[in-house]
């Protein structure tokens, strides 16, 4: 490790994992259920998340939706992806703001049109950047965090999911 | 409408719907900054969400990590697509609890190997539920979940995304 990887906290990280391939390899979980009609309080280790729906979709409005939260995770994902390549490449980098939009058509999730997909079918993304370094820098910033951000990539990209369903006990 | 359309409160959503399709595009927004380190607090609509990192990738460990966030919203989307097909359905349902675990593997994430995707590599739910149905009927139920839940479609599928870029305003 060099002096100047020393200095800076993601340098530091970065020369970690590639010392030690394996240690970068992680599993997050969560569970949930739902509290009360709709609402869902999920754990993520000892954080909890409440979850629920809008009046308007049969929900109470206690939380985010669903789909407001994996906003979330893109949103801030996006951000903290910013500061983390900012401090890799040496780019200075005063503030960070991040707007996600995106538009649905619930006539997938009820089924009502079959051509309709249940998810988003458009996303966008308002990056606000504050600092004292060139456009050409905060360009070559942008496209390392769209090339690294792992939301991102789970939203853009195919993930493989698999799901088991355990039923009832029989009695 | 029939009478027991009027008594079940998804059917009525889903009449309401199929008889005013334009209602059912909807568009969801959040805005996020980082407050402190890795801290970002999300806003969606009235609600906020802070987002954190652990201590072992550079944050203070304030709140669930961004693709915690993701699970979260994968998870609560299937328990709460849970409730509202089996009524759609006319299923039984008293419990539903998901778990959701993901695989990610860092070096994507921080450059070190161009070889490996940012985001997950792997995303395994699981399903319980609790209820007097046959094992034929909730099987029936979580095919109609799978194939209409916003979560799995947006983790499972691709979404386009487009990016703009704010660049601080010269001086």
């Given amino acids: 490790m060099s002096e100047s990887d020393a200095e800076n ?13 394996g240690k970068a390899k992680a599993t997050f979980s969560v569970g949930t259920e739902l509290v009360e009609g709709l609402r869902a309080e999920v754990n993520a280790r000892q954080h909890t998340i409440v979850i629920d729906e809008p009046a308007v979709l049969g929900g109470t409005d206690s939380g985010a939706n669903p789909v407001e939260a994996v906003l979330a995770g893109l949103a801030s994902c996006q951000a903290i992806t910013y500061q983390v390549w900012a401090a890799n490449l040496g780019i200075a980098l005063d503030r960070v703001t991040v707007e996600a939009e995106a538009d649905i058509d619930l006539l997938g999730f009820f089924g009502i049109d079959r051509s309709v997909r249940a998810g988003f079918n458009d996303v966008r993304l308002q990056v606000a950047l504050d600092g004292p370094e ?38």
Avoid: K, W
């Avoid at 906290?9 to 391939?21: C, T």
């Avoid at 820098?137 to 369903?165: G, K, M, Q, S, W």
């Fill in 9 to 21: 906290p993601v340098r530091n990280l970065i020369s970690g994992f590639r010392a030690n391939p």
């Fill in 134 to 171: 060139s456009p050409e820098r905060y360009r070559e910033l942008a496209d390392a965090v769209d090339a690294h951000c792992p939301v991102l990539d789970i939203v853009a990209n195919p993930v493989p999911v698999t799901r088991v369903l355990v039923e009832p006990a029989a009695v």
